[in-house]
């Protein structure tokens, strides 16, 4: 009789899918490189000089807050701080300087996640914490500073107007310089504060929700954060996502969705006279829809939290789009429905299997 | 019961001596607290209506029964004060512009001359953000537009205002714009009743 | 005597206040007091019953509950006093001693009256009352009604908002305390340096709601 | 216990408000400028000197029943001098420390040194109690105003220190409400490490 | 064709099953020495009553019940008595078992055959399932008498037979449906007799189309299933077939349903058919670990590492020994251990087929909570227990989970989750039981 053989035990079960972290954050980075090309093209190599600052910030930071904190400093090249720092950069003005990713990164990594105990246990987005952050320490690099899109046209390179509406006609009006260095919902927020001149806050509106303006939205034909812009390129990002099985689709549904309604609902001066398509397609909705709206770590577990989640920073977002100090509201409405994640998954508990309601 | 009332003396007793000293610093510090107040306000009036002529002024409000005041959710009446120097001659008015900003209601004390021109501005109270709006309080930065103008020169370029028109605070329009267009509306209403004329004054 | 009573039930808006009442007014005093400026994360109101009693969400409900009712209370009974004693006859100097000891008897009188009519509230509530005579939010809001020369109607609506604000900071910061109590936080950083850090993320968070209606 | 050992526990041992959390409103609030932490300090210090002298003069005298409404009007009293006496002789620091005056009545620090220092002991070490603690709380605030000033304005009490470059784009939210929550995690981790520190070292 | 049924949540992990799928079963003699479990079923173990030395029959009680969920235990050969101790287990480190030096396997003692069991009294049958010591094959290894004795006021009404057979590369009860379904079909009619219930179905998930075909032709009534693990455990195949959810902390019998595995159904008709006790069982040995895997009838106390020579030996690397199938089974620390009642498989993986991640912290990315079918929170009872709160386990439905390691396997951060899970069990049954006392 052969010898006994002895193996190393382990528990249950043995075998497991072939997803990982590791794999889930470089995916994400993957999904995340089209936008990058959009940024080229249109702001030039500065775009990806702040893209690479930030990247780097981030890991380096990460490294060095796993190393005073002794802790395994692998963790820092699993590629979740180069999806935090992408996206941090992908949130700041093209024309901003090269130090403020960096600063932005590295609050986002030490403070944002590190200090609440690293991947996993950070309770807000540390990318759109960093940037809130940026936002409140330097609000006129971060509402200033804008650049506009280039644009080709017969070799040449052309300036076009940031805000993305047909540029002639206004120009002829004179009402250029009213919009000159905007975006889309820059612009946009000032026609609500025209109160006593409808017809001209009408008239721009109406050019903001244009067919032009709505193609180059989807384009990225207009001036905004860095990665934000391109819409087309982050669909392909998503794409390549959903088919990767990386992207649980309830929450970037029912964020747009929520976005959709509520920009047709109060998204215009009146009532019911938005652009659900202008809302959807303007600033870092589809950005923060696919790609912020879904960083796992901060959002609920339950299925029907995750509903929840996203309604809220919908209707969120659309109330500081229209009535709050900032043109745009998609990552403040992430930020404060994140604080709400734990109740949320708290009253969105599934009944389990066999669980009858308790009465009353 | 004898209890009670010594535990309720006692207490009567603490607070009767404390309202008692409380009513005698007060009757020390509060013609000092008003005086330092109205000081305060005549500074900035001097500050300000410094820039219609040199030497002693004396500062008159007025009560203009028709003027119409366009701050009326801040401020019942529009205060309108009159300037005179040492020898009684009208030099022009003072008045308080209040502009809802980003975060407070801005009041801006403006000097105007008789022929409708601002000769002087400063910002009394403000509450927007700092090293954004607040910027409105450094002179430097936004107010040194301001002089020389008439109404309807105060809008902004933003707003229509041209070539001609103020340059707003960078990343502060909100601020910017609502201290440019309480200025036109104080001026518009000293116009409308008569108190300040164009006739002569810059175009 | 029953004259001066009436009057009294009568001033009801302070001088030189707005006597009437709008809807947008309203609507900005309430967007204010819970969002905007919210009385624990922006005007640090409250600290520390927001620190002390955020550990468990039942407990963060219950207390929140309190400080609403006392809130209203002691506005109600602070407001009156001031512009129905103090401010007519020039005693405003004596308002910070009167409203402390308004608010003190009240959070007394509250006591014994739920412990006496409803000791079933008095238990799910008792033991905050005592906390909340020390505490900041409520002396403060007493204190800015007057301050911001509020008429009695917007003075208790925002005290109600106040209440409210003061109450989402703490539920939510309940639940977030609880999902950190699994958390991997540096050794040194646990404890109360991480509630901060919390109230931190909490206050950049509601920058958000900067400008919100203006 | 000395008087020295007295007067030196408020500021280290028993800091107020690193060691006790204690005092956290104002201590939030007003530590935008070391010149607010200075005139907070002063305030507070002020207050808990007197206080503590006469609940300790008085100990033997006031009822037990009515002890805690006894010290809450006598704080109050100083709370309500200190806030005339800066309203006329320092009205801009009164502005700007604003509704936390007021609020030191609640201010558990002195309170609880009422209730538990000076209702126990002598006049005298009341009296230095009061001072260390004050001190405390008033370095205490010094040092946080000071990170908060430097990285949110450039300068320290008032003086330009860090040059004009960084002052036109300064760290702005150091001096916001965000700021002096994550800025006071950080101080209060430090004092945890260095607690483990000395406690580690003692093993 | 009827519909394809299933139950909510669940995954797909590869099957698998054509290593050993077409490999019909083989009959293995009795190895030399057997070393025969007394703790095979769930419950309390036998007690032994032989002692060293003693020879022993073939089919002679070795260990008898010893309580209501007991069963007693038979010797499967014919010999003599080595030793009574305690020795390596597949289901625990160790446990107590009867050594016999095998002499023989012809003959021995069998009960006299129940052959009208048609008419046969129903005592009688559930006794005799009882004395030939038949327990589930599926999976618990429950004592099977216990469940054809409902308490007095239940009604079942239905019998479901679990021919599932989802975790992956197990074939052994898919083999059993091919080759045995003749006794098959007879346990299954003697169940659905003794359980007063008229017509009985199978549940059979559609990769098995030629079991699917066979047991139709044969008249049995299939219900085909989705692919899903675990669409073989009770509730979801409950589920799944008629519809209906069993409470929470309930068993099957509060629906009015039993559920038996087709191996039981076998062991049954064995026992009351020709009147032989539980002795031998067919168990799958599979994995890239083994040279030619199959599907073999073995005596129970077989050494494992006969079982795995019987597969061609251990081709290279193995990774893992282990018994069941890959989700739910035990890791072996060593083949001395022998084959019980319940083994279902024996399984010799690769390094390349064991999931090899290093355990991170959990991301909230909820796929384990998408993935439970008994819609629990896994990744909040696994925190809750890695933590030690074990009533915010209790809260959250820890005593709930049936282990079935479906979130585990999906889980990106390769958290152990079914470990952490089962430890909150054991320590909330301790706190339920201090809470009682
Ligand atoms: C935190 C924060 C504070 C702001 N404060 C002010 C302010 O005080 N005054 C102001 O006009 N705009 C302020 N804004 C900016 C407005 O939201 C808006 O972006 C700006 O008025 C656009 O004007 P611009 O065209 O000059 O950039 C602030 C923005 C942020 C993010
Ligand atoms: C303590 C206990 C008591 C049980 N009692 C009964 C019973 O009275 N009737 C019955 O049909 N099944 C009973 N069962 C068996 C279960 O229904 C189930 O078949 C058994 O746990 C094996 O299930 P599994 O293989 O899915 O794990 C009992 C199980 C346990 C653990
Ligand atoms: C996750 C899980 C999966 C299971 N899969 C099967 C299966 O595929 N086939 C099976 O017969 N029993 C399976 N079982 C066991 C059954 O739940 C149940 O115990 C068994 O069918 C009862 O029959 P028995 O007592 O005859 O073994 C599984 C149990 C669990 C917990
Ligand atoms: C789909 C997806 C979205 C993510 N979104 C973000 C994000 O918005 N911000 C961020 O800092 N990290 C994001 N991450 C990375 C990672 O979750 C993040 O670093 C953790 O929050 C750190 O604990 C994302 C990861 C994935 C897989
Ligand atoms: S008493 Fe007041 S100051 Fe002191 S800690 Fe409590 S709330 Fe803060
Ligand atoms: S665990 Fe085994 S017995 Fe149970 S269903 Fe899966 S394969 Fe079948
Ligand atoms: S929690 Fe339990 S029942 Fe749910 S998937 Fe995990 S092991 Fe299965
Ligand atoms: S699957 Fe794993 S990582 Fe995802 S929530 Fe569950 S335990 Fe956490
Ligand atoms: S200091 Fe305690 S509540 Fe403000």
């Known amino acids: 009789m052969a010898e006994n053989r002895v193996f190393d035990i382990a528990v249950s079960p043995h075998v497991g899918s072939s997803q990982n972290t590791r794999r889930i954050m470089w995916d994400v980075v993957i999904a995340l490189t089209p936008a990058l090309i959009a940024a080229f093209w249109f702001f030039g190599p500065r775009a990806i000089m702040l893209v690479a600052a930030s990247v780097g910030a981030a890991v380096l930071t990460e490294w060095l807050c796993l190393k005073f904190m002794k802790r395994p400093v692998n963790f820092a090249f699993d590629g979740s701080a180069v999806v935090t720092g992408l996206l941090l950069a992908y949130n700041v003005p093209a024309g901003v300087p090269w130090w403020l990713p960096v600063v932005g990164s590295a609050f986002a990594i030490a403070v944002a996640k590190q200090a609440f105990g690293g991947l996993g246990h950070n309770i807000v987005n540390p990318a759109l914490l960093g940037r809130a952050f940026l936002v409140a320490s330097f609000p006129v690099l971060m509402t200033a500073g804008w650049i506009a899109p280039m644009q080709w046209k017969d070799g040449e390179r052309i300036d076009v107007q940031a805000c993305g509406v047909p540029t002639a006609h206004l120009m002829e009006s004179g009402e250029l310089d009213a919009l000159s260095g905007a975006t889309p919902l820059n612009a946009l927020k000032q026609t609500f504060s025209w109160e006593g001149e409808p017809e001209r806050s009408e008239e721009v509106r109406a050019m903001l929700f244009s067919k032009e303006s709505i193609k180059n939205l989807f384009m990225g034909r207009i001036g905004g954060c860095i990665g934000e812009t391109s819409v087309i390129m982050l669909f392909l990002g998503a794409i390549y996502l959903i088919l990767r099985g990386v992207l649980e689709l309830r929450l970037p549904l029912s964020y747009l969705g929520s976005v959709a309604l509520f920009g047709w609902l109060f998204g215009g001066q009146g009532w019911f006279d938005g652009n659900p398509l202008f809302h959807l397609l303007a600033g870092g909705v589809i950005l923060g829809g696919f790609f912020m709206v879904t960083d796992m770590v901060t959002t609920p577990v339950t299925k029907k939290g995750r509903i929840i989640f996203g309604i809220g920073a919908g209707l969120l977002t659309m109330v500081i789009r229209r009535w709050g100090g900032y043109p745009e509201g998609c990552s403040y409405s992430i930020l404060l429905m994140n604080l709400g994640t734990p109740l949320i998954d708290r009253y969105t508990k599934p009944l389990s299997f066999g669980e009858v309601k308790k009465n009353g | 019961m004898g209890e009670i009332f010594k535990v309720g003396f006692m207490l009567m007793l603490v607070a009767v001596i404390a309202a008692v000293a409380l009513g005698y610093v007060n009757s020390i510090t509060s013609p000092i607290i008003a005086e330092q107040k109205e000081q305060a306000k005549l500074d900035a009036m001097i500050d300000v209506a410094g820039s219609l002529a040199m030497g002693e002024l004396s500062f008159d409000s007025l009560s203009i029964p028709e003027l119409e005041n366009p701050y009326a959710e801040v401020d019942e009446t529009l205060a309108v004060v009159s300037v005179t120097d040492s020898t009684g001659n009208e030099l022009g008015y003072l008045f308080i512009a209040y502009g809802k900003g980003y975060s407070s209601t801005i009041q801006t004390m403006v000097a105007v001359n008789s022929t409708g021109t601002v000769t002087g501005t400063t910002v009394l109270y403000q509450q927007e953000t700092p090293g954004l709006g607040a910027n409105v309080s450094n002179p430097d930065k936004f107010l040194y537009q301001f002089d020389g103008r008439i109404a309807s020169q105060f809008l902004l370029k933003k707003d229509g205002g041209g070539d001609e028109g103020l340059d707003s605070i960078t990343g502060s329009t909100i601020t910017s714009r609502a201290v440019t267009n309480s200025v036109r509306g104080g001026l518009d209403a000293l116009l409308e009743a008569g108190i300040i004329t164009l006739e002569g004054g810059a175009q | 005597m029953i004259n001066s009573m009436l009057m009294w039930v009568i001033v009801a808006a302070p001088d030189g206040g707005e006597p009437s009442f709008s809807i947008a007014k309203m609507m900005a005093i309430i967007v204010s007091a819970i969002f905007i400026n919210n009385y624990v994360l922006s005007r640090f109101l409250g600290i520390c019953p927001f620190l002390g009693v955020s550990k468990q969400l039942d407990s963060a409900v219950g207390m929140g509950a309190a400080v609403v009712f006392v809130m209203v209370l002691a506005t109600l009974g602070s407001w009156l006093v001031y512009h129905n004693l103090l401010a007519p006859h020039g005693m405003e100097y004596l308002r910070t001693i009167t409203f402390i000891i308004i608010i003190a008897s009240l959070v007394q009188l509250v006591e014994m009256i739920l412990q006496k009519f409803s000791p079933a509230l008095y238990d799910a509530l008792g033991i905050f009352l005592p906390l909340i005579t020390t505490n900041c939010a409520i002396l403060g809001v007493a204190v800015l009604n007057i301050d911001d020369k509020f008429s009695l109607g917007y003075s208790l609506i925002n005290s109600v908002a106040a209440g409210i604000g003061f109450t989402l900071a703490l539920v939510l910061m309940a639940g977030l305390r609880e999902r950190m109590e699994t958390a991997n936080v540096p050794e040194a950083l646990k404890g109360l340096p991480l509630a901060f850090l919390i109230a931190g993320a909490m206050s950049i968070a509601f920058l958000g709601f900067a400008g919100l209606g203006g | 216990m000395s008087l020295a050992q007295d007067f030196s526990r408020g500021i280290m041992k028993e800091n107020p408000v690193f060691k006790q959390a204690l005092g956290m409103c104002p201590f939030l609030a007003v530590t935008t400028s070391v010149e607010n932490a200075l005139g907070m300090g002063a305030a507070a210090t002020f207050v808990l000197v007197f206080s503590n002298f006469l609940v300790s003069l008085f100990r033997k005298v006031i009822p037990a029943k009515v002890r805690i409404p006894s010290y809450i009007v006598i704080i109050a009293t100083f709370v309500t001098l200190v806030d005339l006496l800066m309203n006329a002789y320092l009205p801009a620091l009164h502005s700007s420390l604003g509704i936390f005056i007021p609020l030191i009545v609640v201010n558990c620090i002195i309170l609880g040194r009422a209730e538990g220092f000076a209702n126990k002991n002598k006049v005298l070490p009341s009296i230095v109690d009061g001072i260390g603690m004050g001190l405390g709380f008033t370095l205490a605030m010094v040092i946080m105003a000071t990170f908060r000033e430097l990285l949110g304005n450039g300068s320290w009490l008032g003086f330009n220190l860090l040059g004009e470059a960084y002052q036109n784009q300064p760290l702005l939210i150091a001096i916001l409400a965000p700021g002096a929550f994550i800025l006071m995690a950080f101080i209060l981790g430090f004092f945890n490490i260095m607690e483990k520190r000395k406690r580690g070292g003692a093993k | ?437």
């Not at chain 5, 008229?198 to 189309?209: L, T, Y």
């Not at chain 5, 390691?405 to 958290?415: D, L, Q």
């Open chain 5, 1 to 437: 064709m009827s519909k394809v049924k299933s139950f909510a949540g669940g995954t797909h992990p590869p099957g698998n099953k054509g290593l050993s799928s077409g490999a019909a079963i083989v009959r293995l003699p009795a190895p030399g020495v057997v070393t025969v479990p007394l703790c095979q079923h769930l419950g309390a173990p036998s007690k032994p009553v032989v002692k060293p030395g003693d020879e022993v029959k073939k089919g002679s009680v070795i260990g008898e019940q010893n309580g209501f969920i007991s069963l007693p235990t038979h010797s499967p050969v014919n010999g003599k008595v080595l030793r009574v101790e305690n020795a390596p287990m597949p289901h625990m480190r160790s446990g107590p078992a009867v050594v016999i030096k095998t002499e023989s396997e012809d003959g021995g003692e069998v009960y006299e055959p129940i052959a009208n069991w048609e008419n046969a009294d129903i005592p009688a049958i559930i006794n005799r399932v009882k004395e030939a010591g038949v327990c589930g094959m599926g999976g618990a290894s429950f004592p099977t008498y216990v469940k054809l004795s409902p308490p007095k006021g239940v009604k079942i009404d239905t019998l479901i037979i679990n021919g599932v057979e989802c975790e992956p590369y197990l074939t052994a009860d898919h083999r059993l449906m091919l080759e045995r379904t003749d006794d098959l079909i007879t346990g299954m009619k003697i169940l659905a007799r003794v359980l007063g219930v008229s017509d009985p179905c199978i549940g059979i998930e559609v990769n098995k189309p030629d079991a699917i075909e066979l047991l139709e032709k044969k008249g049995v009534r299939v219900v085909r299933l989705k692919v899903q693990y675990p669409q073989g455990a009770e509730k979801q195949l409950i589920y799944a077939a008629v519809g209906r959810e069993v409470p929470a902390g309930g068993l099957p019998l509060n629906v009015g349903v039993v559920v038996q595995n087709v191996g039981t159904c076998v062991a049954v008709a064995d026992a009351v058919c020709k009147g032989m006790p539980s002795l031998r069982r067919i168990t799958t040995v599979s994995g890239l670990g083994v040279n030619s895997p199959g599907n073999f009838e073995v005596c129970v106390g077989t050494p494992v590492s006969d079982l795995i020579a019987a597969a061609g030996g251990y081709s290279g690397d193995v990774e893992r020994l282990i018994s069941g199938g890959p989700m739910m089974g035990m890791a072996m620390f060593t083949d001395a251990a022998p084959v019980t009642k319940g083994t279902s498989g024996i399984l010799a993986m690769s390094p390349e087929e064991v999931r090899d991640v290093e355990e991170g912290p959990c991301i909230h990315c909820g796929k384990c909570v998408d993935v439970c079918p008994l819609n629990l929170v896994p990744c909040a009872i696994a925190t809750a227990s890695e933590f030690a709160m074990w009533e915010d386990a209790e809260k959250a439905g820890a005593l709930n989970c049936m282990a079935c390691g479906t979130c585990s396997y999906v889980c990106p951060a390769g958290r152990y989750l079914v470990h952490y899970i089962k430890r909150a069990q054991n320590e909330v049954r301790a706190l339920i039981r201090a809470r009682e006392a």
